[in-house]
C-alpha cells in the first residue's frame, strides 16, 4: 500500500515552453502533497506544499506564478513548470501524506527528470 | 533557519559496519526520517525517531536524542547493494520535511 506515482518519469523540452507533472497518489487519500526539486548530487529541497482544495504553500524563493500547483482532488497534484528555461532542468519528486494519520511519514513517487534544452 | 548536518561520503568493507551521523538545529521537531536513496529514483523510508533512543529494524538502526540534536543510522552486515545516499530529515511544523545533504555511502568488495 501507499503507493505515489509520477508521469512522466522523464520529460525534454525546448526552452519557453510548459512542462505539467502528475502526482497520484494510487491507493490511498492524501491530504497534502509536497513537491521537491533535487539537483545533482544534492539533497532534497521542498519546493512547495499542496493542500486539497485550496492554494499551494511555497517555500521562499520559489516562484509561484512560474511553478504551478494544483491540487485538485485528494488523490492528484500537478506541478506546471511554465516558460521552462535550462536552469529549471532537474529531478522533481513529489511525496504525499495519507489523510488522516497522525504519522508524518511522506510517501514518494519516482520522480521527473526533466531536461530544458 | 533549519540547519541539517551530515558527512557527504563514507566508504566501507561489504560486512562491515557503518554509523552516519547527523546533527540538527531547527525550529520545531515532530520527528526524524531516514530514507535511502538509489541514484536517479526516489526516497525510500527507512526509520523514523521521535522519542529518544534506538530504533533497530533489521540490519538498520537509527538512533535520537532530542537534547543533543543528534541522530544515527547504522548500517550493519553491510551489502555491495547498500551503496547508496542516505538522507536525514527532520519534520518540523507543517509536517515538513527538511532534508541533510545527504551521505553517499561506498561498498567496497
Known amino acids: 500500500g501507499a503507493v505515489v506515482s509520477q508521469h512522466p518519469s522523464r520529460v525534454i523540452c525546448k526552452s519557453g515552453t510548459s512542462v505539467k507533472i502528475e502526482c497520484r497518489s494510487l491507493?490511498?487519500?492524501?491530504?497534502?502533497m509536497f513537491w521537491y526539486r533535487q539537483f545533482p548530487k544534492q539533497s532534497l529541497m521542498l519546493m512547495a506544499t499542496s493542500n486539497e482544495g485550496s492554494k499551494a504553500t511555497y517555500e521562499q524563493g520559489v516562484e509561484k506564478d512560474k511553478f504551478l500547483i494544483n491540487h485538485a482532488s485528494l488523490t492528484l497534484s500537478t506541478l506546471t513548470v511554465t516558460s521552462a528555461h535550462p536552469e529549471d532542468s532537474s529531478f522533481y519528486i513529489c511525496s504525499a501524506r495519507i489523510r488522516d494519520r497522525a504519522f508524518n511519514e511522506q510517501f514518494f513517487g519516482p520522480g521527473t527528470r526533466l531536461t530544458v534544452l | 533557519g533549519q540547519n541539517i548536518d551530515q558527512p557527504t561520503e563514507m566508504t566501507a568493507t561489504e560486512g562491515a559496519i557503518v554509523q552516519i551521523n547527523c546533527t540538527y538545529q531547527?525550529?520545531?521537531?515532530?520527528?526524524l526520517f531516514w530514507y535511502q536513496q538509489h541514484a536517479g529514483e526516489a526516497p525510500t523510508f527507512l526509520s523514523y525517531?521521535?522519542?529518544?533512543g534506538l530504533e533497530e529494524k533489521g540490519r538498520f538502526s537509527s538512533f535520537l536524542s532530542r537534547s543533543k540534536g543528534y541522530s544515527y543510522l547504522l548500517l550493519k552486515e553491510l551489502q555491495m547493494k547498500d551503496s547508496a545516499s542516505y538522507l536525514c530529515?527532520?519534520?518540523?511544523?507543517?509536517?515538513?520535511?527538511?532534508f541533510g545533504g545527504g551521505t553517499r555511502v561506498l561498498v567496497k568488495p
Open positions: 491507493d490511498f487519500q492524501a491530504t497534502t
Open positions: 525517531n521521535v522519542l529518544d
Open positions: 530529515a527532520v519534520a518540523t511544523a507543517g509536517n515538513k520535511l527538511t
Open positions: 531547527t525550529s520545531g521537531f515532530n520527528g
